[in-house]
């Protein structure tokens, strides 16, 4: 995928973001994690490569919480509305973004429903993206 820059907010547009770099994963995670954290029955994110994430606003309103027990997962969102925000990767290179946060579409579309294995029985079903019992193959 060529690079991209992509612009988004939080709900309340009190932390807006650009985004740039080469959008090279898109899933729709279903782990119990993920579904704690948004209230739905899966998240879904957008992975950029080689990416640079900027904000404006009061970067004392951005807050992460990262889960002790979990080598993986962490949460970036702002504090006056609780909307989830992108955040860098621990390597400096790749960006995480939450779909729903953006204002402009990303030149990639859903690649994988990913943890199927734990996904609730109620969630949504029925498109031809590929599913994984975990991480995509």
Not at 27 to 38: D, F, M, W
Not at 131 to 136: D, G, K, L, R
Request: hydrophobic share 30%.
């Amino acid at each position: 995928m060529p690079e991209q820059t992509l612009r988004g907010s939080c709900l309340c547009g009190a932390q807006q973001f650009v985004v740039t770099g080469e959008p090279v994963r898109f899933y729709h995670c279903h782990c119990s994690r993920c579904r704690k954290s948004t209230g739905t029955g899966h998240a879904t994110n957008v992975f950029f490569d080689n990416a640079h994430l900027t904000f404006t606003g009061d970067s004392a309103e951005v807050k992460t919480f990262k889960l002790p027990e979990a080598q993986r997962f962490a949460r970036t969102f702002c504090t006056r509305c609780g909307g989830p925000l992108p955040r860098m990767m621990p390597d400096g290179r790749q960006a995480f973004v939450p779909a729903g946060t953006l204002d402009d579409e990303p030149n990639i579309k859903p690649q994988a429903r990913i943890f199927q294995g734990s996904k609730a029985s109620w969630s949504c079903t029925g498109d031809q993206v590929p599913c994984f019992p975990e991480y995509a193959q």
